[in-house]
C-alpha cells in the first residue's frame, strides 16, 4: 500500500509515468532480468525452415496466379 501511495504521490508531483514505475517498481532504472528474452528464443510449430520457405516464394514468383494449394 506504501508503494501505491508513493507511486500516486510521484504522479502527482509531475514525474513522468516512466521514471515513477521505474523508480517505485525496480528500485532504479537499470533492467533488470525479467526483460523479455531475444526472439531467437522462441520456436513456432508452424514456421517452416527457410529453405522450403524460399522455394515456395519462388514459386509464387514465377507463376504468381498459382495459389496455396497448387503451390503444396
Not at 517505485?24 to 532504472?29: A, D, E, I, M, R
Not at 519462388?58 to 496455396?68: E, F, L, N, T, Y
Request: zero cysteines.
Amino acid at each position: 500500500m506504501d508503494e501505491r501511495l508513493r507511486f500516486v504521490a510521484q504522479l502527482l508531483d509531475g514525474e513522468a509515468m516512466s521514471e515513477a514505475t521505474g523508480d517505485s517498481y525496480s528500485g532504479s532504472n537499470q533492467p533488470t532480468a525479467s526483460v523479455r528474452p531475444s526472439l531467437n528464443y522462441y520456436s513456432y510449430a508452424n514456421q517452416l525452415p527457410r529453405q522450403i520457405e524460399s522455394l515456395i516464394v519462388a514459386a509464387k514468383r514465377d507463376k504468381p496466379h498459382w495459389g496455396a494449394r497448387k503451390i503444396r
